[in-house]
């Protein structure tokens, strides 16, 4: 059973950068799986961050092209999110997910994963 388990978050101030990780337990998840990174922010619905299928082809929402940036390490399992130029805006519990099959136009649709991680608080202060 695929497991992921997120850290790095934190509280910044706007401006800021912090890392978040993904780490699974399951070898090969992160090689072979498409994976992404959601949000929520509280009374809204979890939004799309950025997701990425196994053969590197990766969507981004707009509200953080230029700031966010994924990355992997498939050796190590592990999933990265870069947040840099943090806004007051970007404060949300932070989701990794994986889905098992390509995801293609669907990356940053909830629905099209089935694994989530339990999540990591991003708190940004102005």
């Known amino acids: 059973q695929v497991q992921l388990v997120e850290s790095g978050g934190g509280s910044v101030q706007a401006g800021g950068s912090l890392r978040l990780s993904c780490v699974s337990a399951s070898r090969y998840t992160v090689s072979t799986y498409c994976m992404g990174w959601f949000r929520q922010a509280p009374g809204k619905e979890r939004e799309g961050v950025v997701g990425v299928d196994n053969d590197g082809t990766t969507t981004y929402a707009d509200s953080v092209k230029g700031r966010f940036t994924i990355s992997k390490d498939d050796a190590k399992n592990t999933l990265w999110l870069q947040m840099n130029s943090l806004k007051p805006e970007d404060t949300a519990m932070y989701y990794c997910?994986?889905?098992?099959?390509?995801?293609?136009?669907?990356?940053?649709?909830?629905?099209?994963?089935?694994?989530w991680g339990q999540g990591t608080q991003v708190t940004v202060s102005s």
């Open positions: 997910a994986a889905a098992p099959t390509r995801c293609g136009y669907r990356r940053l649709y909830p629905r099209a994963y089935n694994v």
